[in-house]
């Protein structure tokens, strides 16, 4: 069982807009503006796509953007596009003591 | 650009020790500025952080691993290693290296992964 919670699928139609939720606690989401989400196609190695809640790494389409609630951080996709088919998976810092990472269960994005 | 490989037997035996090495190319291992990771994906499954090291050899583990995991880095064979002690079939899994930041929280560039199968 992974340390975030996400939801297992999610989707949405071209042009449309889909968001993701990853929730923790307050030890790692909510402790901490150090959550990133990954895009992963199948067979690919993870992709950063969001950094410290919300920063972009230079060549991320602004189209994925990123939020932070409590305990809860959000991945959204405007725009959906058929490249955007991919799992994503949220991940945080939850170091106390130690540096210390955790990661969601994954969300596969579909686009109808 | 930094470009990360991983490296090892695609199948160990249960109790053995898992062994992997990462070879990275475009960078030095040494240049201080980053951390090395290992973490795991098993098939169909979320990602695990197993560890880290520094370049000075500094390490930080996953709680939950710490007690069968080891990670070394060898600076001039620009390589960093995992060793994955007592495995078992819930061991089986893709393994990547992945590259952070010294300061940061994310993982920027990832190897491609190698699948290791733990089975008799």
């Known amino acids: 069982q992974s340390a975030l919670t996400q939801p297992p699928s999610a989707s949405g139609s071209p042009g449309q807009s889909v968001t993701i939720s990853c929730t923790g606690t307050s030890s790692d989401v909510g402790g901490y503006n150090y959550v990133s989400w990954y895009q992963q196609h199948p067979g690919k190695a993870p992709k950063l796509m969001i950094y410290?809640?919300?920063k972009r790494p230079s060549g991320v389409p602004d189209r994925f953007s990123g939020s932070k609630s409590g305990n809860t951080a959000s991945l959204t996709v405007s725009g959906l596009q058929a490249e955007d088919e991919a799992d994503y998976y949220c991940s945080s810092y939850a170091g106390s003591n130690n540096f210390d990472m955790v990661f969601g269960g994954g969300t596969k994005l579909t686009v109808l | 650009q930094v470009q990360l490989q991983e490296s090892g037997p695609g199948l160990v035996k249960p109790s053995q020790t898992l062994s992997l090495t990462c070879t990275v190319s475009?960078?030095?291992?040494?240049?201080?500025?980053?951390?090395w990771s290992w973490i795991r994906q098993p098939a169909g499954k979320g990602l695990e952080w197993i560890g880290r090291?520094?370049?000075?050899?500094?390490?930080n583990y996953n709680p939950s691993l710490k007690s069968r995991v080891t990670i070394s880095v060898d600076t001039s064979k620009n390589q960093f290693s995992l060793k994955l002690s007592s495995v078992t079939a819930a061991d089986t899994a893709v393994y990547y290296c992945a590259k952070t930041i010294v300061g940061a929280t994310f993982f920027d560039y990832w190897g491609q992964g190698t699948l290791v199968t733990v089975s008799s």
């Open positions: 475009g960078g030095s291992i040494s240049s201080g500025s980053y951390y």
């Open positions: 410290e809640v919300s």
């Open positions: 090291i520094y370049t000075s050899g500094s390490t």
